[in-house]
C-alpha cells in the first residue's frame, strides 16, 4: 500500500512536458528555443540565432539562450561557426555518450551533465528498467548559453519558466542559467534516488519474508545495476562542481561559485545515500544467499534421512533376495510378518531419531 501511494505522490510532482517539441518548433528540426534575456527579461521576436545574437551585442548587455535537442553535424555547424564553439567540443556535443566533465576552450566553458529519470514499474523483477539516462551539455559564453539535449527525458522548459519567474536571478548572466541546469540535474539525481529506496524497501523485505523465493537474487543484481547506473551519473560530476566553485573560470563571476558549492553539497548527498544503498545490496544479497544454503542444506538432510530408512528394508530384501537354500527361518511360518514387523520397527525407531533432531 506505501509503495503504490509514493508513486502516486512521485506521479502528482512530476515536472510538466516541455511543449516546444523540435517538431513543432519554426527554428528546425533540432532547435527546441531561441530568446534572447535582457536584464533578466525575456525578450519577444528573435527566433533566428543571428539576429538574437546580434540584438545582445548591439545593446551591450543580456544573453541568448539556444535549445537544441540531438542536433546532427550539419544542423549544429551554424550554431558552432556563429558562436566560434571548439571542433573538438562541438564532436562531443554531437555524438554524446560523454562522462559528466566541464572543459575551457578560451572564453567559452562547455559542461555536460547525465540526467535520470526514475522509471515507474507495477513491481520490480529481474529485468526492470529503474534508471533512465540521457545526455545534457552547455556551452556557456559571455553573451550565450547553447544548451544540447540527447535522450527523451531532462527537458529544460520547466527550468526556464523558473529562471524567468525570477529576473533578478536570470540577470546575473550565463552563469546563473549553468547553475540552475546544475542544480535542476542533482535534484533529479536526488528525487531518483529516494525513488530507489522503494525498491530497494521492497527487495529487503522480500528477502526476509516467510515466503522468500530463490529468484530475489536476479531482482538484488538487477537494481544494483541500475544502481550502477545512477552512480556512473552522478558520481563524476562531483570534480567538475568543484571545480566551478573553487577555480577562477571565465563567465563564473565571484558572486555566483556559492551557488555551485551548494549544488555540490547536494551532490555529495546523493553519492553518499547512493553508496550506502549499494552497501545494504551486498549484505541483502548476502543474507539471501545464506538463507539459500541453509534451505539447501535442510534439503540435503530430508534426503539423507529418508535414504537412511530406505536403507533397512532395501537391506533386509537384500539378503533374502539371495536365493541361498539354507538361510534362517526359511522356511518359517511366521518369518514373513517378523521381518515385515522388524522393517517396520527399525524404520519407525530411525524416523523417530530425525524428527527429534529436526532433520525430518
Known amino acids: 500500500m506505501f509503495s ?4 502516486a505522490v512521485r506521479r502528482s510532482y512530476r515536472r510538466a512536458v516541455d511543449l516546444s517539441h523540435p517538431a513543432r518548433s519554426p527554428l528546425g528540426s ?3 528555443n531561441c530568446v ?3 536584464g533578466g527579461v525575456r525578450q519577444d521576436g528573435c527566433a533566428e540565432a543571428v ?3 546580434r540584438r545582445v551585442r548591439r545593446a551591450g548587455s543580456g544573453f541568448v539562450w539556444i535549445g537544441l535537442h540531438e542536433p546532427d553535424e550539419k544542423e549544429f555547424a551554424g550554431l558552432a561557426e556563429l558562436f566560434g564553439l571548439h571542433p573538438l567540443a562541438i564532436e562531443d556535443a554531437v555524438h554524446a555518450h560523454q562522462r559528466p566533465k566541464v572543459e575551457r576552450y578560451g572564453d567559452t566553458l562547455f559542461a555536460v551533465f547525465k540526467t535520470v529519470r526514475y522509471v515507474e514499474h507495477a513491481e520490480l523483477t529481474a529485468t526492470s528498467e529503474v534508471v533512465d539516462t540521457g545526455e545534457l551539455m552547455a556551452f556557456v559564453g559571455a553573451d550565450f548559453v547553447i544548451t544540447i539535449r540527447h535522450g527523451g527525458h531532462g527537458s529544460l522548459g520547466p527550468l526556464r519558466e523558473v529562471l524567468e519567474a525570477s529576473p533578478e536571478q536570470l540577470a546575473k548572466g550565463p552563469a546563473a542559467v549553468l547553475h540552475a541546469i546544475a542544480d535542476h540535474v542533482v535534484d533529479d539525481y536526488m528525487a531518483v534516488t529516494d525513488a530507489v529506496q522503494t525498491d530497494l ?3 529487503e523485505s522480500a528477502v526476509f519474508s516467510d515466503h522468500a523465493g530463490r529468484g530475489d537474487a536476479g531482482r538484488i543484481y538487477q537494481l544494483k545495476r ?3 547506473e545512477l552512480k556512473r551519473a552522478a558520481a ?8 566551478l566553485a573553487t577555480q577562477p573560470m571565465p563567465v563564473i563571476g565571484p558572486e555566483i561559485r556559492p551557488y555551485f558549492r551548494d549544488v555540490a553539497d547536494h551532490l555529495n548527498r546523493v553519492t553518499e545515500q547512493i553508496g550506502s544503498y549499494d552497501a545494504l545490496l551486498d549484505s541483502i544479497l548476502q543474507a539471501h544467499l545464506a538463507q539459500v544454503t541453509v534451505a539447501q542444506n535442510e534439503d540435503m538432510r530430508k534426503i539423507t534421512a529418508w535414504a537412511a530408512i530406505v536403507a533397512v528394508p532395501t537391506m533386509v530384501c537384500g539378503v533374502y533376495g539371495m536365493n541361498f537354500e539354507h538361510m534362517p527361518e526359511l522356511r518359517w511360518t511366521y518369518g514373513y510378518p517378523t521381518v515385515l514387523g522388524v522393517i517396520a520397527v527399525a524404520c519407525f525407531v530411525i524416523h523417530r531419531g530425525f524428527r527429534r533432531n529436526g532433520w525430518l
Open 51 to 53: 539576429e538574437a545574437l
Open 36 to 38: 534572447v534575456y535582457l
Open 30 to 32: 533540432a532547435v527546441v
Open 201 to 203: 524497501d521492497a527487495v
Open 4 to 7: 503504490t501511494i509514493r508513486q
Open 226 to 228: 541500475e544502481l550502477l
Open 236 to 243: 563524476p560530476l562531483d570534480r567538475p562542481l568543484q571545480q
